[in-house]
């Protein structure tokens, strides 16, 4: 082990990973760097869709997940094999299960209980076959009433809503007797609820991570002048299976914390002990994440009144937020760790919330490098970091790199 360690390439500091930032060229586009609002932008096509492909267990949906590569881009020039990186708003683990591609020590965090169980099946998956011998061994033939019946009908088939309700009350009748092969089952099945095609359970409706109100469905059903029709849950969730495997298992890696609450209070985690933050908190109150994930929380069991997930509609609030985050994130990164804190585009791109987080965290112990673009489409004409960069078209990843002191 020692030996393996010490052949590995040493981590660059973070003024190394600047530079590298500069010399970055992916198809001979080269980094462009320009000084706005007293911010360093680095903007560049990082990584694209087609030349990267991530790997395939990260194929869950979830509303305003980012892509594996952002992470993965600073996981592999900042830390490495066992260090420990953290996101401290998780959503679906994007963060954590690239950690562990990559054989680092994972840490996740998120308010909403649905986000461990979405993150931790995938750290370590069990085999195929241990997933088709349980589904062959639970009785979906006997469905339970269930007060949101009447609703539920606007997605399902009678006889898919039976076996979801048989599956789920056996999911929650398992209490303390639920392994990974059920919480495997049960992370696939919250992903196949809802969506657009015959892969999914429900009838054609929005995509998996959005789900619409059973009103707005119903509507949905008479324009499209359709009826759900029969699905076969465990076949659809062992292909499901299946194909989130088919680029293989997990690397060995150090054991995953994993936690639920809020991001700005995380005992579980000691003093100085991240090497890596990657993450991306909500945006003021741009995702309803409560309603797009009312069905998930139900199959799950959650109550989501009990979740307190953070939306604020003004920036002066949001800032407060960030600020508290980050009073977390100086005592668990280490001196010389890193944060890359990922925010989108808002209010048809009016409000920069880079500079928002600047901001924020003033006089805590971290300093700002600058901020990291990524354009999927880049055009060096493109205006693509100021005020008016945020004309359609352009999807870009705005990520405010910070040092810890
Ligand atoms: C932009 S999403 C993160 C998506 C994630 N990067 C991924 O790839 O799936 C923001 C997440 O923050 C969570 N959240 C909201 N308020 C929070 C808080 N106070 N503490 C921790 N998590 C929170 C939401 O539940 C949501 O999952």
């Keep these: 082990m020692s030996l393996q360690l010490s052949l590995l390439p040493p981590v660059a500091p973070p003024t190394d990973f600047i530079e590298d930032l500069r010399r970055f060229s992916l198809d001979g586009a080269e980094t462009v760097e320009v000084e706005e ?79 461990a169980m979405l993150c931790a099946p995938r750290l370590d998956p069990p085999a195929v076959a241990a997933v088709a011998a349980r589904l062959a061994e639970i009785d979906l033939s006997v469905g339970v009433d269930d007060p949101n019946e009447a609703d539920l009908l606007a997605f399902y088939h009678p006889d898919t809503l039976r076996q979801i309700t048989a599956l789920r009350s056996w999911l929650l009748g398992r209490g303390d007797a639920l392994d ?13 609820l809802t969506g657009h095609s015959p892969g999914f ?19 949905i059903n008479e324009k499209r002048a359709q009826t759900p029709v029969a699905r076969n849950v465990p076949a659809i969730i062992l292909k499901k299976t299946r194909s989130l495997l088919s680029d293989g298992f997990p690397a060995a890696h150090p054991p995953a914390i994993l936690l639920t609450g809020a991001a700005d209070r995380t005992p ?88 928002h987080v600047a901001a924020a965290i003033e006089g805590l112990p971290f300093d700002i490098l600058g901020v990291m673009v990524n354009q999927q489409v880049f055009t060096k004409t493109a205006n693509c970091w100021g005020v008016n960069n945020n004309k359609g078209g352009t999807n870009s990843n705005r990520i405010v790199m910070a040092v810890r002191r």
């Design 37 to 115: 609002g007293g911010l360093r932008y680095f903007v560049n096509a990082f990584w694209t869709a087609g030349q990267r492909r991530g790997h395939s267990i990260h194929e869950i949906s979830y509303r305003a997940c980012f892509k594996s590569e952002l992470p993965g881009f600073f996981i592999e020039r900042l830390t490495s094999p066992g260090d420990r990186v953290f996101d401290p708003f998780s959503g679906r683990g994007t963060t954590a299960v690239q950690a562990a591609l990559m054989g680092r020590a994972p840490a996740a965090n998120d308010v909403n209980p649905l986000s």
């Design 201 to 219: 359970f429900s009838v054609y409706t929005m995509p998996p991570n959005q789900a619409v109100s059973a009103l707005s469905q119903r509507k």
């Design 268 to 355: 579980a985690l000691a003093d100085a002990s991240v090497d890596l933050i990657v993450t991306s908190p909500p945006f003021l109150d741009v995702v309803d994440y409560e309603g797009d994930n009312w069905l998930r929380c139900w199959f799950a069991g959650i109550d989501p009144a009990c979740v307190r997930i953070d939306k604020h509609s003004n920036i002066v609030s949001w800032e407060a937020f960030v600020r508290r985050a980050f009073g977390e994130f100086a005592r668990i990164v280490r001196p010389g760790g890193f944060v890359a804190f990922e925010v989108g585009e808002v209010r048809g791109g009016k409000v920069l919330l880079e500079r």
């Design 180 to 192: 990974s092969v059920d919480a495997w089952i049960r992370m696939v099945a919250i992903n196949r």
